[in-house]
């Protein structure tokens, strides 16, 4: 038996034993680097597995913690069916959740009005997302992050930036990215810490059947301001966008954006936290041999009015 086919038999196995039957379709979905997902359907209803791949990410239990958190708070979301994260048939464990009917936003060709109510209404559920309070900041586990404050955590999170990127930016340019990012987020401390999706981009945003939206795949689910979450959303919309529909679209987001935590002050945190993200994505660009992202992150870290 070959490597795929006895990954699929694994996926077979796992489905029988909590569903009790064989399934009536199978297959898997490429192009995804993080873990192997595979859809499936038993008497008529869209299911997805996902098989990680690390036993240590996402965090044991956090997964479970963030649907509960949403269903309390009457997010919609996906229905988790299972969650093992110590199960002998595949250590590292699995999640099987329900499909939610609808299309990927970005897998949607949409003009310029559908954009603009698109991001309305990630506005308006965002909100609703970042009005979740979770204890410290950082990384969640089973609902108490790693670390007292922003900072702490970003300066924890540059230590394994320097150490991973040793050689491929210039010690000097790194070193001044992170004194201007931690210089900033000391000046937001302030800020809450709240549930945050932790990969906020239109390929996690689902236009449901019904016209409403929803958010898929909470593995990056972190504790921090909203600020960081919602500057990862506006760091891919500028790879994304023209510069004139990146200034449209990000100004209609945060319009109706609802917070009462220093939204005027938004655009120095934005400038400063998207360093730190384009250094972890060229990081996971690196791991994963994606050169063409590679090569485009770099080129944007080099854009930044740091040196």
Known sequence: MGKADAATETVKQIIRTHFGCDTDEIGKIRNITNNSVYFFTIAGKHYYLKLYRSKNWPEKGKVPFVYQRLSQNHIRSAELIAYNRDNEMYPNGYLIECEIQGTAADKILLDREQEIGLYI???????????IRIPNYGYIGSGIASHNGMTDFLEDEFDGIDESLEGIVPEKQ???????????MHNYEDLPSVLCHGDLSKKNVIICDDGE??????????????????????????QNYSNQEYGLLRNVFLEHYRTTHRKAQFDA?????????????????????????ENRLKNCLDSFNTL
């Open 121 to 131: 209404k990630l506005a308006e559920l965002m909100s609703s997302v970042h009005s």
């Open 213 to 238: 939206i929803s958010l898929i795949d909470w593995d990056d689910a972190m504790a921090l301001n909203w600020m960081a979450d919602v500057s990862r959303l506006t760091f891919w919309m500028r």
């Open 269 to 293: 945190f934005e400038s400063a936290y998207h360093i730190y993200i384009a250094l972890d994505f060229l990081i996971f660009s690196i791991r994963v041999g994606n050169t063409e992202m």
């Open 174 to 184: 790194l070193k001044k990215m992170k004194a201007k990012v931690l210089d900033t």
